[in-house]
């Protein structure tokens, strides 16, 4: 019988694995449970070896990854860009795997480290969408002109007058004719939109003690890894990147949000959290487009720039709004 939904899929995945070979079995049989051992002596022995015979597997479920694609982007380019990243992923659970991958593949984003990176977390595969992720998405939604996102150097020339008119209020000017050591050290991220109207948002600024802020009070994965003392985080190891995309998360309080980038940012936050990270159906896209709406016009209400950190996510109520609207408190970050 065919499969209506993604989800219907995702769980048929994880639960009917095809037959390959003896070695790409083994990976497939036990999905709930850690990966097999000889699989991890396995990979450690052949490397490339194995991650081709995992490649071999996911193929198996080729026709999953073509229905949850969008039709600008062809299975084979998608898979060529998961092959890259298979080696340092074979340690994850299989249903991990195919999760992290399905949910990556909904969005139309590559797992090529630009859009999306699939990361290990010990035995758990999971999506994190990067910055260009966020850029790729507000494009799509056919209400957004120009995104501009960008690091403050300390020898850059810039101006921030917030109570200037727009784009009066806000300036940059890199120093592309020094140095990146001439630049000096990144000392801003910044990040906002010129909309198809002609229309340009409120510019969000963050400072590395906002990122570190948001970092220390929101970001669980970070403080997993400090707690086990792997420090393996992306905030351990790419700051930066880490730092340049939380401004973007934060234009949802100022930009009008498609509902596929609501539900980006839902599966953003789940996967930080070491939860299940929700595939939504296409059912859901009304309801979700309703809860970006709603976002948006809180946000028109208030554009005074010292509110910058004060921002919602609306929180998917048990049933649909149908006729009225009640404001709520929002996510995380």
Request: aromatic share 6%; glycine share 6%; charged share 30%.
């Amino acid at each position: 019988m065919a499969l209506s939904t993604l989800k219907d899929r995702v769980r048929a995945a994880t639960t009917e694995p095809p037959a390959v070979d003896a070695t790409v079995q083994s990976l497939a049989e036990d999905t709930a449970g850690p990966v097999p051992a000889q699989l991890h002596a396995s990979a450690q022995a052949e490397g490339d070896d194995v991650a081709d015979k995992a490649l071999t597997w996911l193929e198996q479920y080729g026709e999953d990854f073509t229905k949850a694609l969008p039709s600008h982007i062809d299975v084979k380019a998608f898979l060529s860009a998961v092959r890259a990243a298979l080696p340092g992923l074979v340690r994850c659970t299989p249903a991990s795997l195919r999760q992290a991958l399905l949910t990556c593949a909904r969005f139309g984003l590559l797992p090529d480290g630009r859009h999306a990176v699939i990361k290990r977390e010990g035995k758990l595969a999971v999506f994190v969408p990067m910055a260009q992720g966020y850029v790729e998405l507000m494009y799509r939604s056919g209400r957004v002109g120009s995104v501009h996102v960008g690091m403050i150097h300390e020898n850059d020339e810039w101006n921030y007058e917030p109570t200037a008119p727009a784009p009066l209020d806000f300036t940059h000017k890199p120093r592309v004719d020094l140095s990146k050591k001439e630049r000096g050290k990144p000392i801003l991220a910044y990040a906002f939109c010129w909309m198809a109207s002609g229309a340009r948002s409120q510019v969000i600024i963050l400072s590395r003690e906002d990122a570190e802020e948001i970092r220390d009070e929101y970001s669980s994965a970070y403080q997993r890894a400090k707690a086990s003392g792997a420090n393996d985080s992306f905030w351990h190891t790419d700051f930066d990147a880490m730092w340049r995309k939380s401004p973007l998360r934060r234009l949802h309080k100022v930009v009008p949000m498609s509902a596929e980038l609501v539900a980006l940012l839902k599966a953003d936050d789940a996967g930080d959290a070491g939860e299940v990270q929700i595939v939504h159906a296409p059912a859901e896209e009304t309801y979700l487009l309703a809860e970006a709406d709603e976002a948006h016009e809180q946000a028109e209400e208030s554009q005074d720039p010292q509110d910058a950190r004060v921002w919602t996510l609306p929180r998917k109520r048990s049933q649909p709004r149908r006729t009225t609207r009640k404001s709520r408190k929002g996510s995380r970050r």
